[in-house]
Structures are given as structure tokens and as C-alpha cells.
Antibody
Framework: QLQLQESGPGLVKPSETLSLTCTVS??????????WAWIRQPPGKGLEWIGS???????FYNPSLQSRVTISVDRSKNQFSLRLSSVTAADTAVYFC??????????????WGQGRLVTVSS | QSVLTQPPSVSAAPGQRVTISCSGS????????VSWYRQLPGTAPTLLIY???KRPSGIPDRFSGSKSGTSATLGITGLQTGDEADYYC????????????FGGGTKLTVL
């Protein structure tokens, strides 16, 4: 059974870069049956897909964030990471990492991390 | 504002049946299948329904899903107080590769 755990700073200053890491256990980030994804949820609001990484190196990003987002994988550590640059208060949210099953006719996020609250404030 | 439209809230008494709608367009629900997620307070979402009407193992048959045209519906029968949660629909947006969109979420209150 896959387990995901987010880690990283809980406070980021405006205009700086948000960096989070998701550590995978019980499976491998080289697993070709999954995209490795990030989703966020501003306080009291709904879910927003940020982007996904596939083992081949292909990345897919939400167009609204594409210019600021990078998702990458570190196979040696069995982790994948999120970087979001030039953050503002609007980027304050709980950030979830999750697995997205490949080849599904509907987005199937099977496994989720517990979430990491990141606050953007000076 | 979410591309998929859900009612902000629904409510029903224990034991009753409730439905939650999710409305989209031809470029999302109209050309793809739908998933539903449940989010209990303070926790991560969990998968309830995928491919419109399939339940992952462990999800009771009190939960059902359907899709017609550009809308989808989640149904919950035999409501329990433990069903109080936020519910989200999700699907692909066909305009881009692997582009996921979610509804704005519906808060279910069991009276």
C-alpha cells in the first residue's frame, strides 16, 4: 500500500519560492502506472490540481500556474517535489501530494498525503 | 470559480437519500468520465466513485454515481452522521493533456 508524506516549510515570504517534497513509501516513483501529482486547497475553498509528473519526464501543469510551477522527481530518494515561484498570499493553501492512475477515463487519485499547510506572509 | 458547478450545500436527515449534482460542458464531463471524492473535516480527500459509477474496494453500495450528457450525479442512500463531509467531482478537461478539473465542492449536512 502506497503512503505519501509531504514535507517543507510552512511559511514562505511573498515573492519567494515555495518548495515541498513528497516522500513515497510502499512503492516507487518509477512506477509507470501512476502520475505523481500535486493538488492544493486554499483555506475554506475547493481543490485545485497543480500538476502531474510522469516517469518518462513528461510534466503536465494547470495553465493558471504553468509559468510558476515545476514538478520533479528524485528517484534516488523516492521523492517528488513541487516548486512554485513568486508566491503571493493567494498561494496560501494546504498542499497535497497524490498518485493519479495512468490511463483512466476519469481522474483517479488513489493515494493522498495528509497535506501540508503553507502560509505566504512576510 | 470552478469550471464544474456543484451546489454549495445539501442536507438531509439520517436514513434519507441525497443527491449532489456536478455540471460541466462538452469539453469536460461531456467527453470524459467523472470521479467523486469525499473529504472529511481536516483530512485529505478520498476516492468514492470513478468512471462515473464504479466504487473502489471498501466503499459501500450506499454510494452511487451516474452521468448524463454534461452533468454527473452522486447519490448517497441511508445517510449517516459520518457522511457529513465535503464532496468533490472531478474529470479531465479535453482541451489539454492530463488536465484535471474539480468542482467547487458540496458540503453535506446530515440533520
Amino acid at each position: 500500500q502506497l503512503q505519501l508524506q509531504e514535507s517543507g516549510p510552512g511559511l514562505v515570504k511573498p515573492s519567494e519560492t515555495l518548495s515541498l517534497t513528497c516522500t513515497v513509501s510502499g512503492g516507487s516513483v518509477s512506477d509507470r502506472t501512476y502520475y505523481w501529482a500535486w493538488i492544493r486547497q486554499p483555506p475554506g475553498k475547493g481543490l485545485e490540481w497543480i500538476g502531474s509528473f510522469y516517469f518518462s519526464g513528461n510534466t503536465f501543469y494547470n495553465p493558471s500556474l504553468q509559468s510558476r510551477v515545476t514538478i520533479s522527481v528524485d528517484r534516488s530518494k523516492n521523492q517528488f517535489s513541487l516548486r512554485l515561484s513568486s508566491v503571493t498570499a493567494a498561494d496560501t493553501a494546504v498542499y497535497f501530494c497524490a498518485t493519479l492512475k495512468v490511463g483512466m477515463t476519469a481522474p483517479k487519485f488513489d493515494y493522498w498525503g495528509q497535506g501540508r499547510l503553507v502560509t505566504v506572509s512576510s | 470559480q470552478s469550471v464544474l458547478t456543484q451546489p454549495p450545500s445539501v442536507s438531509a436527515a439520517p436514513g434519507q437519500r441525497v443527491t449532489i449534482s456536478c455540471s460541466g460542458s462538452n469539453s469536460n464531463i461531456g467527453s470524459n468520465y467523472v470521479s467523486w471524492y469525499r473529504q472529511l473535516p481536516g483530512t485529505a480527500p478520498t476516492l468514492l466513485i470513478y468512471d462515473n459509477n464504479k466504487r473502489p474496494s471498501g466503499i459501500p453500495d450506499r454510494f452511487s454515481g451516474s452521468k448524463s450528457g454534461t452533468s454527473a450525479t452522486l447519490g448517497i442512500t441511508g445517510l449517516q452522521t459520518g457522511d457529513e463531509a465535503d464532496y468533490y467531482c472531478g474529470t479531465w478537461d479535453s482541451r489539454l493533456s492530463a488536465y484535471v478539473i474539480f468542482g467547487g465542492g458540496t458540503k453535506l449536512t446530515v440533520l
